[in-house]
């Protein structure tokens, strides 16, 4: 199984700042037929389901805003929000999609400083 | 917009079965490349795959859940379902239903939407 691990476990940013989560695998994510990395990223807010952010390490998903971000290749991904918003208290989880089983890293708490 | 709805007891005994159907409105679950799957949450924990289904039936379980797990599809009713035997406390969690992106009809791809989900407990 390839597994994800997420630092840190916790983060608390001041509104404006920038907030950076990152995730690594314990194996390449990157196909190299296509050169894509299979990984997402996910944020749920507390009492709701996950809503996918980012596919492909880096492609936004319609309507997540861009302050939003994603980069990395291979085995070291970071997520980034560039200036905080209140909305953004939630926990983010990424999930690699390279092959089966499916595997979620542990997520990271993001709070307001 | 595609919706999901998960349904079913949200206490099962230790032993038993647990059984759940997502509901899916909105949108056909026969949409070509599509997997349906689902997902848990223990509380206060992170997300376990648990495995998916196609509309022809194909599926993809997570291999320490695959004894005791079976996946199906209605396609008749627009749902698909899940059954977890021979439940612990170990099993307590939210259990989401979501979309599977299935990349090129393949078991590999995200999750999006997903449904609110539903809690169950395993009680003694």
């Known amino acids: 199984d390839i597994v994800m691990t997420q630092s840190p476990d916790s983060l608390a940013v001041s509104l404006g700042e920038r907030a950076t989560i990152n995730c690594k695998s314990s194996q390449s994510v990157l196909y190299t037929s296509n050169k894509k990395n299979y990984l997402a990223w996910y944020q749920q807010k507390p009492g709701q389901p996950p809503k996918l952010l980012i596919y492909w390490a880096s492609t936004r998903e319609s309507g997540v805003p861009d302050r939003f971000s994603g980069s990395g290749s291979g085995t070291d991904f970071t997520l980034t929000i560039s200036s905080l918003q209140a909305e953004d208290v939630a926990v983010y989880y990424c999930q690699q999609y390279y092959n089966t089983p499916l595997t979620f890293g542990g997520g990271t708490k993001v709070e307001i400083k | 917009q595609l919706q999901l709805q998960e349904s079913g007891p949200g206490l099962v005994k230790s032993s038993e079965t647990l059984s759940l159907t997502c509901t899916v409105s909105g949108g056909s679950i026969t949409s070509g490349s599509y997997y349906w799957g689902w997902v848990r949450q223990p509380p206060g924990k992170g997300l376990e795959w648990i495995g998916i289904?196609?509309?022809?039936?194909?599926?993809s379980y997570k291999p320490s859940l695959k004894s005791r797990l079976t996946i199906s599809v209605d396609t008749s009713k627009n749902q698909f379902s899940l059954k977890l035997s021979s439940v612990t406390a170990a099993d307590t969690a939210v259990y989401y239903c979501a979309r599977h992106s299935g990349i090129g009809g393949t078991t590999t791809g995200w999750f999006d939407p997903w449904g609110q989900g539903t809690l169950v407990t395993v009680s003694s």
């Open positions: 289904i196609h509309d022809t039936g194909r599926t």
